[in-house]
């Protein structure tokens, strides 16, 4: 079963807005046992929008477009839908007492063009919308689904998952598409490939490996298309079983796992905390924590040490040490951490120190050196590490490492080896 998915708004062709309607179909789609073909964007004008949902039914079964049916006269999808299609705009009565409710409730004016709304193709079946004034439709031809939903996020969601599924579910039937994806940490893409190519070679056939590298991880997906659904998620659990055992302490968790949810899983079971102390990270560490629904679990607060004085005041960092070795150096990071950790009564203490840059740099010290430490009960651990001279890339990248080495830490990870990520 192969899909399409079409975006309609000049406001995605100039980049105003972020089409982000088009990867979250897409994911839903896909769990469903759907195959996305292709995704397209187009403007808001007749030709195009007629040209691509033609050409899509014309080499795939089900089409969702989103956009366009808004009630202001840009609006043009629902019309040229009509035409293509054959049919006339008529009012659906139950379209009509819901807008007017709707507005009622929020005290806008149930004008001409709200009216408007309620006006749909005769031949399509209406998809009600809770959230808006704008419903869903649903169009058949020769076996074949067309489905136009609002661009609005909240409301193409809602008729999705209330909607959409339900009746694509009833109307054909979908093979299982498996997919299960590893984050990996510490290993630059070409690396991970050579590491892992014995794993990858013995890998069943019907297993398909991806490889989606990003500035914070690699992303490793195992899919399987058109099997049997528990079978194939029982042997990729098996295969991820035997990559972890290939690269150890690599892997930091499945699906949507980050460093700082990986470190607060860690600590949480533990029953254990940690508190951050920052320099060139700006507060990146705490903020990347706090993100993280139930973080006060575990997080206990963060210092933004920007300025020598407040490293001296807040965190105890010895002033001779700071005049004899500068702001960027070991003793620094570790007393910072150590600091923190005694500040906040954390278990663990997170510490950064460095040059972002894209000035401050010197021959010993360039720009992009970071060195990073983590305070516990029993010791300390520092590294230095030199990134870039892209500060924003520096503070993420000092942000993740200093996270990664807590996480190392927890999981017992041997030796300095594996604390530094390897380009």
Not at 363 to 384: H, L
Request: charged residues 20%; glycine residues 10%; contains cysteine.
């Amino acid at each position: 079963m192969q899909a399409e998915i079409i975006t309609i708004g000049d406001e995605i062709l100039i980049g105003q807005i972020v089409d982000t309607n088009s990867a979250w179909i897409g994911e839903k789609l896909n769990a469903a046992g759907i195959k996305i073909h292709r995704i397209t964007s187009v403007s808001d004008r007749a030709e195009p929008i007629s040209e691509a949902v033609t050409q899509a039914l014309s080499h795939s079964d089900i089409v969702i477009c989103t956009g366009g049916l808004g009630p202001t006269k840009d609006d043009i999808t629902k019309h040229t839908l009509a035409r293509l299609f054959g049919m006339k705009l008529v009012r659906n009565e139950a379209v009509y007492e819901q807008v007017r409710a709707m507005t009622a409730v929020r005290h806008i004016d149930f004008n001409e063009l709200n009216q408007g709304q309620a006006l749909v193709p005769d031949g399509c079946t209406v998809l009600p919308n809770r959230c808006g004034t704008a419903p869903g439709m649903w169009f058949e031809r020769d076996g074949k689904v067309l489905v136009s939903l609002p661009g609005v996020p909240f409301e193409m969601k809602t008729l999705i998952g209330e909607q959409v599924l339900p009746r694509l579910y009833e109307h054909f039937r979908f093979d299982a598409i498996v997919h299960k994806t590893a984050i990996t940490y510490g290993l630059a893409e070409s690396i991970l490939a050579e590491t892992i190519a014995d794993w990858e070679n013995a890998l069943p056939a019907y297993l398909h490996l991806a490889y989606l590298p990003s500035a914070m991880n690699i992303r490793l997906r195992l899919s399987a298309y058109d099997v049997d659904g528990q079978q194939a998620a029982a042997e990729i659990d098996r295969q991820f079983a035997l990559l972890d055992q290939a690269i150890p302490y690599r892997i930091i968790g499945y699906g949507d796992a980050t460093l700082e949810s990986a470190v607060g899983e860690l600590l949480r079971g533990r029953g254990e905390t940690v508190a951050a102390a920052e320099s060139c990270t700006g507060g990146n560490i705490a903020h990347r924590f706090t993100a993280l629904p139930g973080a006060s679990d575990y997080f206990r607060g963060g210092v933004v040490a920007y300025s020598n004085d407040v490293k001296t005041a807040l965190l105890g960092v010895n002033a001779d040490d700071l005049n004899r070795c500068g702001a960027v150096s070991r003793p620094v990071a570790e007393q910072m951490a150590a600091g923190v950790r005694k500040a906040t009564g954390a278990t663990y203490g997170i510490a950064t120190t460095g040059i972002a840059g894209p000035t401050g740099g010197t021959p010993d010290k360039p720009v992009g050196t970071v060195w990073m430490a983590v305070s516990g009960p029993d010791e300390t651990y520092s590294i230095r590490m030199v990134f870039g001279s892209l500060r924003s890339q520096n503070i993420e990248r000092a942000s993740s490492n200093a996270i990664n080495l807590l996480r190392l830490r927890l999981c017992g990870a041997p030796g300095n080896g594996l604390w530094t990520i390897r380009y």
